[in-house]
């Protein structure tokens, strides 16, 4: 089993705290093994066909993030949102296509982006960013089993990592979980680069959720 060492809650930002505070009460109650089995952990499932996206959005301009994109690496929850991420330098033709597609835009995000509605009915949540890993994280996507752009693993534990919601970080531990040490070793260079601050909580966050996996 591994050796679950006690971590102090440090300063500084709301998020930063937070994330501290999930992972110290987490720690407190960790035990091996998980409510569902080995197999329903090890499951992926795509029941959203989101290829609606190709049809409106040019290759290379999108990764779908949030709650679908988990489902590439961790058995599928429940979600009615689709979520995207383009560059900041791309949203006014990237809206323009949305309109002239049927969308309509509903209103500004809290965080950069906007909230649309597809002609098709589709919730979707378009988030923007001039940031360097953005741009990485579009040019280097995963494809689900659609054909559709999926974020990599790295980046979205990042975006997660970063927002610091409860379902942020349980998303993390489940994924980081079932991952391999390549690709864990991949999320670490990820956030060295780009969120040193968060490297220790995210390796606590994988130790909880390989927990899961043992008997």
Known sequence: MNQVKP?????????????????????????????????????????KDVAILDTILSPGSYVIIGGVATRLYMPER?????????????ATSIYKRLKQAGGRQISE?????????????????????????????????????????????????????????????????????AATENSLQSVRTAIKQYFPEALEDMESLAMLGRLEYEA
């Open 78 to 90: 429940m979600t009615l949102d689709l979520d995207i991420l383009i560059l900041a330098q791309d």
């Open 109 to 177: 995000l809290s965080i950069p982006g906007s909230q649309w509605e597809l002609a098709d009915g589709t919730s979707l949540d378009v988030l923007t960013s001039d940031d360097e890993w953005a741009s990485h994280s579009i040019r280097t996507p995963n494809y689900s089993p659609d054909g559709t752009p999926v974020i990599a693993l790295p980046y979205l534990v990042l975006m997660k990592l970063k927002a610091s919601r409860a379902q942020d970080l349980a998303d993390i531990s489940r994924m980081l979980g």
């Open 7 to 47: 971590l102090a809650v440090k300063q500084g930002t709301k998020q930063a705290r937070f994330r501290r505070q999930f992972i110290v009460l987490a720690l407190k109650r960790a035990r091996p093994g998980s409510g569902s089995s080995i197999e329903f952990l090890r499951k992926r499932t795509w029941s």
